[in-house]
């Protein structure tokens, strides 16, 4: 059984960044429209990245030592959050700043440390994360890209799939074999630091249904990687992946994916007096689903913040976060066809069919809905 | 003292008293129209229908988030007992300086009209009735009452005349039942799922235990974030607003949230409990519709889903925010821990 979540608050001192990343956005963000806006963490803007690297808030947490700001977990929640309400688009640094910044901090070497971090921190490297193939998806373990041990290095052979941003990164951050057989499962499986212009490297962008092509395959013939290309222990691959879980499932992430067609709906109901008694109760349960979730997202942070590792209640938050932000757009299309002699505004139509196209995804990223259901039937002792 | 250990020496005790009193058994009587005299003076005598009175009345001067383990217990037990409102209609009475009477208050859900109407649930052990009235909540005698109409959801009362009934400052007493509601709502839901995860690892079927299959694990693992979201949401309930205006500090907006949220839980809840029990579910002698049965008439009481998510929803489109996230931070946030120092959150 799991105890119940204390409710907590984001501290003082960090929720004081607030105002000024408010700011910031205020100026960057609204001459975006609501249909960009809508690509949440997947809107890439490099020169964004930068500028908010200018304003030192990527890195947030990585040690002033390695050029990030030396804060908690609750200053880049703040960042995260009003970055995802104003639907800036983070996508470019996004990987880096959440996960493989963090990954490097905590298994790298100091060599990989002074190399990498402050490249993360200036918004110069950005990097994404190759964990599924084209025969891994949930089971991951059974991955089959292998890197064979030779003289001065490593060489690596295979192939990884739904890979975002990698047409777009500097570096990827693989799971893959390097000893043993799929038969072994999770052991001899290890992380590599790839430089994507590595020659042997192909990268072919797959287009999605929205017409973006946010995710790639990236093929390996024969790449040989440098010794230190290896982060962390040899065959601790899976031990590491698993490490820092609980932190991507819990976040504002896996909440506001659909907020910015949610205000933008809220935006059209203010100014065209839309709101009529349906579309009034609608927002206010979307509004308390919300409020809970937050308080939920916050609670899990704050354990995570202990130091403590709420896996399963991370999960729990994941499944509950992306079944509101899949509700969004399929109470909307509701709403915004009750009426067939009114038309809506087209940018809200816009912004609700690319994220009624795209929702599906919030339950597959990250840890599918049924993995993660798995991992809470296991927490409550059923398996 | 350390404000964690109160709350868990208060559940513990709570635990332990509805335990020994409240037994399925003993519920089932009193819903069966027993009496529930000796429910309740166990629970008056812990003090616990005092714990929201102001220390110089006499009572324990708790918060309704301090209280809320209490209500937990008592809806993990299905207690059929008018304590969340009796808590909450002492504390108002002793707040605007007035005698608390002895016995139990249930809180009524005012029926509009002339008449002195109002619609009460589980108040076998009432001696009072609390019918909030345009102009202030009336304390009337139950013994003076008459039984217009009765249905699992609630007796409709009605009283002649309020006579010279002590009446209490305007406020908003349905957000206030709503809390007392959601919170027995909240406790009953975890009765339920633990029940639900022991019978699934109990019950064998194909040579297993039907815990073993995923299709009811995936079924239990939606009930448990249920049961987790409506705990989140009734400890929201439980903090005061920003005005601090509502009975004993509490907030309408942070309520109809919470009321709603767990309403709707309610019924998933309830449905996947059921569906896991198998027939034995739907009979008379497994309790899992003590619980469950809570949780159905709990939707139906202090406004259901479509009553606060109305609210809730005109209440920010009467402000100015065009942003849900910030009206969510503003509103129906715990309030910000001022004085923390930021050191402890770095790792």
């Not at chain 2, 009796?86 to 002793?94: F, N, V």
């Not at chain 2, 995936?218 to 249920?226: C, F, L, N, P, R």
Request: some cysteine; proline content about 6%.
């Amino acid at each position: 059984m799991l105890t119940a979540l204390p409710l907590s608050t984001i501290p003082a001192a960090d929720e004081a960044l607030r105002p000024a990343i408010r700011a910031f956005l205020a100026e960057h963000v609204p001459g975006i429209p609501p249909e960009i806006r809508a690509r949440s963490w997947m809107g890439f803007d490099a020169g964004f990245s930068r500028a908010l690297a200018a304003k030192g808030w990527l890195g947030l947490t990585f040690p002033k030592e390695y050029g990030g700001a030396g804060l908690g977990p609750f200053a880049r929640y703040v960042l995260v959050e009003e970055l995802l309400a104003a639907g800036a688009p983070v996508s470019a640094h996004w990987i880096a700043d959440r996960q493989s910044g963090p990954l490097i901090l905590r298994f790298g070497t100091e060599a990989q440390r002074r190399f990498h971090l402050p490249r993360i921190c200036r918004g110069e490297s950005f990097f994404c994360i190759g964990m599924s193939e084209p025969d891994t998806g949930s089971d991951l373990a059974s991955v089959s890209t292998r890197a064979v041990r030779e003289e001065g290095g490593w060489r690596l052979n295979g192939a990884k799939i739904w890979t975002t941003n990698a047409h777009h990164s500097h570096y990827m951050i693989a799971l893959v074999r390097s000893s043993g057989t799929a038969q072994d499962r999770h052991k001899g499986l290890s992380q590599f630091i790839i430089d994507l212009s590595l020659p042997g490297v192909t990268i072919s962008p797959i287009r999605d249904l929205a017409g973006d092509a946010h995710f790639s395959e990236v093929v390996f013939r024969d790449v040989l990687l440098p010794e230190d290309a290896l982060i962390g222990e040899e065959g601790g691959g899976w031990a590491q992946v698993n490490a820092e879980l609980a932190f991507e499932r819990s976040g504002p992430e896996r909440v506001l994916s659909s907020v910015v067609l949610l205000d933008a709906w809220i935006g059209w109901l203010r100014a065209e007096g839309a709101a009529d008694a349906q579309s009034t109760a609608l927002l206010g349960r979307l509004l308390g689903h919300l409020a809970v979730l937050r308080a939920m997202s916050v609670a899990v942070t704050d354990r995570l913040v202990r130091g403590e590792s709420p896996v399963v209640e991370a999960a729990l938050v994941k499944d509950l976060g992306t079944e509101f932000e899949q509700a969004i757009p399929a109470l909307l299309e509701d709403r915004l066809g009750a009426d067939p002699a009114r038309e809506p505004p087209a940018a809200l139509l816009r912004t609700l069919a690319y994220t009624s196209a795209m929702a599906p995804s919030y339950s597959l990223r990250g840890g599918t809905r049924e993995i993660l259901r798995g991992m809470i039937a296991r927490g409550m002792g059923l398996r | 003292m350390d404000a964690v250990v109160t709350d868990d020496l208060l559940a513990q005790s709570a635990a332990e008293l509805f335990a020994r009193h409240a037994t399925p058994a003993a519920v089932r009587a009193i819903l069966g129209g027993g009496p529930a005299g000796v429910l309740w003076s166990a629970v008056e005598e812990a003090g616990f229908a005092d714990a929201l009175v102001p220390e110089e009345a006499g009572g324990a001067g708790l918060g309704p988030a301090d209280a809320l383990p209490v209500l937990l217990a008592a809806g993990r037990a299905a207690a059929p007992l008018p304590l969340g409102g009796t808590m909450l209609a002492r504390a108002a009475l002793a707040r605007a300086g007035m005698a608390v009477p002895s016995g139990a208050i249930a809180l009524a859900e005012a029926l509009p009209g002339e008449a002195l109407r109002g619609r009460v649930a589980a108040h076998g052990a009432a001696e009072w009735v609390l019918l909030p009235r345009p102009g202030g909540a009336r304390l009337l005698p139950v013994a003076e009452a008459e039984r217009d109409d009765a249905s699992p959801y609630g007796t409709v009362l009605r009283w002649a005349s309020a006579g010279n009934a002590p009446t209490l400052p305007e406020a908003d007493w349905m957000a206030a039942g709503a809390w007392a509601t959601l919170a027995a709502m909240a406790g009953a839901m975890e009765r339920i799922l633990e029940e639900t995860v022991r019978y699934a690892t109990e019950r064998r079927q194909f040579g297993r235990a039907i815990a073993a299959f995923q299709a009811v694990q995936q079924q239990i693992s939606v009930m448990t974030e249920d049961v987790f979201a409506a705990r989140i949401a009734a400890q929201l309930a439980s903090l005061p607003g920003e005005g601090g205006t509502g009975v004993a500090g509490l907030d309408t907006a942070r309520i109809a949230a919470a009321k709603a949220r767990i309403g709707e839980a309610a019924s998933r809840v309830a449905g996947i409990a059921h569906a896991v029990h198998g027939a034995m579910g739907i009979t008379a002698e497994v309790d899992l519709h003590l619980w469950t049965g809570l949780l159905h008439r709990g939707r139906l009481r202090f406004g259901a889903e479509s009553h606060w998510n109305a609210w809730l929803g005109a209440e920010f489109l009467r402000g100015a925010e065009a942003q849900s996230l910030a009206f969510v931070r503003a509103r129906l946030a715990p309030p910000l821990a001022e004085n923390r120092p930021a050191e402890e959150t770095t790792p």
